[in-house]
């Protein structure tokens, strides 16, 4: 089932699922994928679209801007719902703190962070049977996931400019906690 089918299937709702900037055909800014500009994003959505407090549904990295979200501006939405991202503080300190074998489990995050690199392997056929695993391993239940839309998913990035955004999330992320703001 695509993505584009599970919407259908909610036919009676009214859904609205954005790429977030840096996906394949959004704008690709060289900044602005740290946690306070993205969730300006989805707030400025929300605005532009007329929505009074909807329910704000997440999923795995937009998981933890919906929890981020929900601090920022709780007021703008009726309810959070969060699938497949625990909360970030949580994260973090399970990382820091080596809980739960959390910080091996995360390690994939430091090679993201290398320029250029996961982009060219990602976008090769190589690459996307390596992340089409790695989604597949992570699975939980067999046959979960609905293979389709990963396949789907996945088939966007073609070239090195269509992972560069998603990639920046994590390189945003991960640089978050090492590097102190000013």
Known sequence: MSWRAVMEALSEYRVYAPDLRGYPETESPRRGYDVFTLTDDIRSLIEALGLVQP?????????ALGWIFAHRYSNLIRMLVVVNCTHPKTLACAVFKF????????????????????EFLFTTAVGRKL????????????????????????SRFQKPKDIHGPLNYYRQLVLSQIVPEK
Not at 55 to 63: I, Q
């Open 55 to 63: 329910a704000l549904v997440s999923h795995d990295w937009g998981g």
């Open 131 to 154: 992340l089409e695993f790695s989604c597949m391993i992570l699975e939980g239940q067999p046959d979960a996931m609905n293979k389709a839309a990963l396949k789907e998913l996945l």
């Open 99 to 118: 809980q739960d074998f959390q910080t091996i489990r995360s390690g994939y995050a430091v090679f993201l962070v290398i320029p250029w690199i996961p």
